[in-house]
């Protein structure tokens, strides 16, 4: 396994504003990075728009992102478009995508500080909503992008085109455009099949269809696809998990390959992502331990 070879020297903590507990954590992992030769380790605020400067400055090599799968969705945003790979320690309860437990973190601080880790880089999209020739938004997505039924509960139509060409004419609750990340997330409680992280595909699933097309769809890296919706009622979409936007008939959701990359740092070999996936889907936190 290869490793970085450049030491960090400068390096920023962030946690969700509410996250309990979490400031005293970070001045913890601070102290610690001092103490292993780290120029620079600052806490703030997931929210602080003053690091979101600093980022862009190139003030910083590695974000420590404090909390569970959301802090490391949000984190990837913060740090993906200034390619500054994130550490993600659980502080949540799933967990899936950090790499470090609560518990756990001090046996790493000495790995990092050395630079003995790997930077996994996981695939970004883009996501524009379209009125007509309007375009009312662009976002990041590092996990995925829904279209589907707003708060009455009947499903709604979706037309799907790849690169220009119509896919599929979907009847359904939703359609999901995920990338390799988000596979392991709504997509795969959709059915949909599991990627390997390091892909730069998309994946198009639909939700609930009823009398249509049920199977995923796995596009060719570098393809593009936009999502039209067509209904009488209530259409909404979200970007990882956000909150929804209303759609109306006729809109569109165009989603493409995003030129940036979010890095997660990684102290494990490559195979970690199949150990840990095994033992999520056998035993997963997020509702309790069986007995």
């Given at each position: 396994?290869?490793?970085?070879?450049?030491?960090?020297?400068?390096?920023?903590?962030?946690?969700?504003?509410?996250?309990a507990g979490a400031p005293e954590e970070a001045m913890k992992i601070a102290a610690m990075l001092?103490?292993?030769?780290?120029?620079?380790?600052?806490?703030?605020?997931?929210?602080?728009?003053?690091?979101?400067?600093?980022?862009?400055?190139?003030?910083?090599?590695?974000?420590?992102?404090?909390?569970?799968?959301?802090?490391?969705?949000?984190?990837g945003h913060l740090g993906g478009?200034?390619?500054?790979?994130?550490?993600?320690?659980?502080?949540?309860?799933?967990?899936?995508?950090?790499?470090?437990?609560?518990?756990?973190?001090?046996?790493?601080?000495?790995?990092?500080?050395?630079?003995?880790?790997?930077v996994e880089e996981r695939m970004m999209i883009r996501a524009e909503h379209r009125r007509g020739d309007l375009s009312l938004g662009h976002w990041e997505v590092l996990n995925d992008v829904v279209v589907c039924r707003g708060r009455f509960v009947r499903p709604i139509t979706l037309v799907a085109s790849v690169d220009g060409y119509q896919l599929a004419r979907y009847y359904a609750d939703g359609l999901i455009a995920a990338t390799p990340t988000g596979s392991?997330?709504?997509?795969?409680?959709?059915?949909?099949?599991?990627?390997?992280?390091?892909?730069?595909?998309?994946?198009?699933?639909?939700?609930?269809?009823?009398?249509?097309?049920?199977?995923?769809?796995?596009?060719s890296e570098g393809s593009s696809v936009t999502i039209r919706v067509f209904t009488s009622h209530e259409a909404v979409f979200s970007v990882d998990g956000q909150e929804p936007l209303t759609m109306l008939e006729g809109d569109e959701i165009f989603v493409d390959a995003s030129p940036n990359s979010a890095g997660f740092v990684r102290f494990?070999?490559?195979?970690?992502?199949?150990?840990?996936?095994?033992?999520?889907?056998?035993?997963?936190?997020?509702?309790?331990?069986?007995t």
């Open positions: 396994m290869q490793f970085n070879s450049t030491p960090p020297k400068n390096i920023a903590i962030v946690a969700h504003p509410s996250l001092n103490s292993a030769g780290i120029a620079t380790a600052s806490w703030a605020s997931m929210s602080d728009e003053t690091l979101r400067r600093r980022l862009a400055l190139g003030e910083f090599e590695i974000l420590i992102a404090l909390g569970g799968d959301g802090t490391m969705l949000r984190a478009p200034f390619g500054v790979p994130v550490l993600g320690i659980n502080l949540g309860r799933f967990g899936f995508l950090t790499e470090l437990k609560r518990d756990g973190w001090a046996a790493n601080i000495p790995e990092l500080a050395a630079g003995r880790f790997r392991t997330a709504y997509a795969q409680a959709a059915g949909g099949p599991i990627l390997p992280p390091e892909l730069r595909n998309i994946l198009i699933i639909p939700v609930a269809p009823h009398l249509s097309v049920d199977r995923a769809v796995i596009l494990q070999d490559p195979g970690y992502f199949y150990r840990n996936l095994t033992q999520f889907m056998e035993q997963n936190p997020a509702i309790g331990s069986s």
